[in-house]
């Protein structure tokens, strides 16, 4: 598990974890009692189509990618393109336990396949997210979600999606930051993830991480405790 | 005709165009359309798109601009601001300006957006909208105006778009108008 941290826009930064091998499937339920507990808000089902499309070759100043997600949940699907930058580089960005990288997003009506394709994007890829996420105030405005990640066997059908990695789901932290605030937000996000540690261990992309030799007995703690254990 | 003035609007309409690397001419043809941008003045958190040719058009947050400025791989190409003043004439709206591009008093032409305020059904609404336009050109033409008023009403369903009426809508005809002004500005030349 990693961590990440995103830039919004011009101004807010998002601060993003990914779980780099994932959480086994065994250990997703104690994950949920315990963040439960921790954010004391109720989860929010997710399941979520991702495309990722990119530029035709020639197409623009520079090669370029973006992201349509159609949130399956809601009872009228609903669209939003995301656009995720480059990573912050530099001594700085090497101090801080976390990878800075700026994201845009925009809520769009239903039709915006048919025009990033109209304007010369192909389809790269498509995943379905199929989990669950908590959204709570610690610090800075955290969301946590867990999912599996599954592709899709014929072309945009999410009904026949299976798991990229079976018995594997990724562990996501975010919270939106600001270039003046996110130190701040850097710290009460890896604080946050200490009490993921029984579970999960968190680490940058491109930095390995490792099994959490406690998980299968803060698993099994929590299921016989339903979330009354402290950790 | 007894009409109140509420005060100003703008809405702007972008030309964006795209950026082709190394004179890629297959490229350049098949991406050869109007593709447009416009922000409305009721709409202040929304943004559009249109591709007439493609009868399409998109609603997205303003955001979206943003992402397309880091795409890199569309530019805006001209922008023209649709800006006047407003006007209620009882269960009207009429929204008077002229049209000129953005930095510049160039006039391209006069626009007249009409709304109906008690009705949103573009079937129910039809027969009076044709009455007040007939009766704003018959007002018209007793000033001897250079010029005349020209509505088209554009094949919504064509868009996508139901008989409800919404901004699509209006987006919709916003690019209509701007064919229509092109194609105005090509005769007279």
Same mark, same amino acid.
């Given at each position: 598990?990693?961590?990440?941290?995103?830039?919004?826009?011009?101004?807010?930064?998002?601060?993003?974890?990914?779980?780099?091998?994932?959480?086994?499937?065994?250990?997703?339920?104690?994950?949920?009692?315990?963040?439960?507990?921790?954010?004391?808000?109720?989860?929010?089902?997710?399941?979520?189509?991702?495309?990722?499309?990119?530029?035709?070759?020639?197409?623009?100043?520079?090669?370029?990618?973006?992201?349509?997600?159609?949130?399956?949940?809601?009872?009228?699907?609903?669209?939003?393109?995301?656009?995720?930058?480059?990573?912050?580089?530099?001594?700085?960005?090497?101090?801080?336990?976390?990878?800075?990288?700026?994201?845009?997003?925009?809520?769009?009506?239903?039709?915006?396949?048919?025009?990033?394709?109209?304007?010369?994007?192909?389809?790269?890829?498509?995943?379905?997210?199929?989990?669950?996420?908590?959204?709570?105030?610690?610090?800075?405005?955290?969301?946590?979600?867990?999912?599996?990640?599954?592709?899709?066997?014929?072309?945009?059908?999410?009904?026949?999606?299976?798991?990229?990695?079976?018995?594997?789901?990724?562990?996501?932290?975010?919270?939106?930051?600001?270039?003046?605030?996110?130190?701040?937000?850097?710290?009460?996000?890896?604080?946050?993830?200490?009490?993921?540690?029984?579970?999960?261990?968190?680490?940058?992309?491109?930095?390995?991480?490792?099994?959490?030799?406690?998980?299968?007995?803060?698993?099994?703690?929590?299921?016989?405790?339903?979330?009354?254990?402290?950790? | 005709?007894?009409?109140?003035? =509420? +005060?100003?609007?703008?809405?702007?309409?972008? !030309?964006?165009?795209? /950026?082709?690397?190394?004179?890629?001419?297959?490229?350049? %043809?098949?991406?050869?359309?109007?593709?447009?941008?416009?922000?409305?003045?009721?709409?202040?958190?929304?943004?559009?798109?249109?591709?007439?040719?493609?009868?399409?058009?998109?609603?997205?947050?303003?955001?979206?601009?943003?992402?397309?400025?880091?795409?890199?791989?569309?530019?805006?190409?001209?922008?023209?601001?649709? =800006? +006047?003043?407003?006007?209620?004439?009882?269960? !009207?709206?009429?929204? /008077?300006?002229?049209?000129?591009?953005?930095?510049?008093? %160039?006039?391209?032409?006069?626009?007249?957006?009409?709304?109906?305020?008690?009705?949103?059904?573009?079937?129910?609404?039809?027969?009076?909208?044709?009455?007040?336009?007939?009766?704003?050109?018959?007002?018209?033409?007793?000033?001897?105006?250079?010029?005349?008023?020209?509505?088209?009403?554009?094949?919504?369903?064509?868009?996508?778009?139901?008989?409800?009426?919404?901004?699509?809508?209006?987006?919709?005809?916003?690019?209509?108008?701007?064919?229509?002004?092109?194609?105005?500005?090509?005769?007279?030349?």
């Amino acid at each position: 598990m990693h961590l990440g941290l995103r830039r919004l826009g011009s101004t807010p930064l998002t601060l993003k974890s990914f779980l780099t091998y994932g959480i086994f499937l065994q250990h997703v339920e104690a994950l949920e009692i315990l963040l439960q507990g921790l954010c004391g808000v109720q989860r929010e089902r997710l399941r979520t189509h991702e495309l990722c499309l990119k530029s035709a070759p020639n197409l623009g100043a520079v090669a370029s990618e973006v992201r349509l997600l159609c949130d399956l949940e809601q009872t009228e699907p609903t669209w939003t393109v995301r656009h995720v930058g480059g990573a912050m580089r530099g001594a700085g960005a090497e101090q801080i336990s976390v990878l800075v990288r700026t994201m845009v997003e925009s809520k769009v009506s239903k039709n915006v396949l048919r025009l990033f394709y109209a304007l010369g994007y192909k389809l790269d890829h498509e995943l379905l997210r199929v989990g669950f996420a908590f959204h709570f105030q610690r610090g800075a405005q955290i969301t946590v979600t867990v999912s599996s990640v599954n592709k899709m066997l014929k072309l945009h059908s999410t009904d026949e999606a299976v798991p990229v990695t079976p018995g594997i789901q990724l562990v996501e932290v975010t919270a939106p930051a600001s270039p003046e605030n996110y130190t701040e937000v850097v710290a009460a996000v890896s604080s946050f993830c200490e009490y993921l540690a029984p579970l999960l261990h968190l680490s940058k992309p491109g930095i390995s991480t490792r099994v959490v030799p406690t998980a299968a007995a803060a698993t099994a703690s929590l299921m016989l405790d339903g979330g009354g254990t402290t950790l | 005709m007894n009409g109140v003035k =509420e +005060g100003r609007w703008k809405s702007t309409l972008t !030309f964006y165009r795209p /950026v082709i690397r190394a004179q890629d001419q297959a490229l350049t %043809s098949e991406l050869r359309r109007d593709f447009l941008g416009l922000s409305m003045h009721d709409q202040p958190n929304k943004y559009y798109f249109i591709i007439r040719a493609q009868r399409l058009v998109i609603e997205a947050d303003l955001s979206i601009q943003t992402i397309m400025e880091k795409l890199q791989s569309y530019k805006m190409r001209v922008a023209l601001n649709f =800006e +006047g003043i407003q006007y209620r004439l009882g269960d !009207f709206l009429l929204r /008077v300006g002229k049209v000129a591009p953005i930095n510049s008093e %160039s006039l391209r032409g006069i626009v007249l957006e009409v709304e109906y305020l008690p009705i949103s059904s573009l079937e129910k609404g039809r027969q009076i909208m044709a009455e007040f336009l007939e009766i704003w050109q018959e007002a018209v033409s007793k000033r001897s105006l250079p010029g005349h008023f020209k509505h088209t009403e554009p094949n919504f369903a064509e868009y996508g778009l139901s008989d409800h009426y919404s901004s699509q809508h209006t987006a919709v005809q916003y690019a209509i108008v701007m064919a229509q002004l092109i194609a105005s500005a090509q005769l007279r030349s």
